[in-house]
């Protein structure tokens, strides 16, 4: 996702649906996970409900900056009846 913004971009959001696994699980992996990536700066705003925001550098450009909210929702699998 970061290859895909310009120099003027500074801000993305990436949006998580979670079907099939707890919520939870998939929660406490987040921050971890970006922490992980070798263009993370630093946790701008911690995990809130279903929210957390980090600092993350810019893949055209390692002097950018770049803010990224990470959402997750948790989306049930709707079983039908007959």
């Known amino acids: 996702m970061l290859g895909y913004l310009t ?3 500074s801000k993305t959001a990436v ?6 696994e707890k919520i939870s ?3 406490g992996r987040i921050p971890e ?6 263009n993370f700066i630093a946790i ?5 409900n279903s929210e957390i925001r980090v ?6 450009d390692a002097d950018l900056e770049v803010f ?5 929702y948790h989306v049930p699998t709707i079983t039908k009846t007959v």
């Open 7 to 9: 120099w003027r971009d």
């Open 15 to 20: 949006l998580i649906f979670v079907r099939d």
């Open 25 to 27: 699980t998939v929660a």
């Open 33 to 38: 996970m970006l922490k992980s990536h070798p």
């Open 44 to 48: 701008d705003k911690p995990e809130e």
């Open 55 to 60: 600092k993350m550098r810019s893949s055209s």
């Open 68 to 72: 990224v909210t990470v959402q997750w």
